[in-house]
Nanobody
Framework: QLQLVESGGGLVQPGGSLRLSCAAS????????IGWFRQAPGKEREGVSC???????YYADSVKGRFTISRDNAQNRVYLQMNSLKPEDTAVYYC?????????WGQGTQVTVSS
């Protein structure tokens, strides 16, 4: 069965860190563009970061210097290291994998930044 499963979300204080993980099954991620998106209450889903199959990565301005995307092709996993978290980072975070016409989403993991 083809699926992406996120984990690692939770409640963290401002300035704290979290590491999100996305495990893929039924597909091999090494050829895919992988990315992380987020959706806050009442807002549209937005792109946070993505990484091409060649390892080049891109970040939204709001997270540059704080978040780092990575991939482990051997483990078929994608990660998002989030440091210096702010309350405005609170959202449901989704893993995404795209290759040609194929576009897959995980179910999301909640990240809440609050004191």
């Amino acid at each position: 069965q083809l699926q992406l499963v996120e984990s690692g979300g939770g409640l963290v204080q401002p300035g704290g860190s979290l590491r999100l993980s996305c495990a893929a099954s039924g597909l091999t991620l090494d050829s895919y563009v992988i990315g992380w998106f987020r959706q806050a209450p009442g807002k549209e889903r937005e792109g946070v970061s993505c990484m091409n199959s060649d390892g080049s990565s891109y970040y939204a301005d709001s997270v540059k210097g704080r978040f780092t995307i990575s991939r482990d092709n051997a483990q078929n996993r994608v990660y998002l290291q989030m440091n210096s978290l702010k309350p405005e980072d609170t959202a449901v975070y989704y893993c995404n994998a795209q290759f040609r016409v194929n576009n897959y989403w995980g179910q999301g993991t909640q990240v809440t930044v609050s004191s």
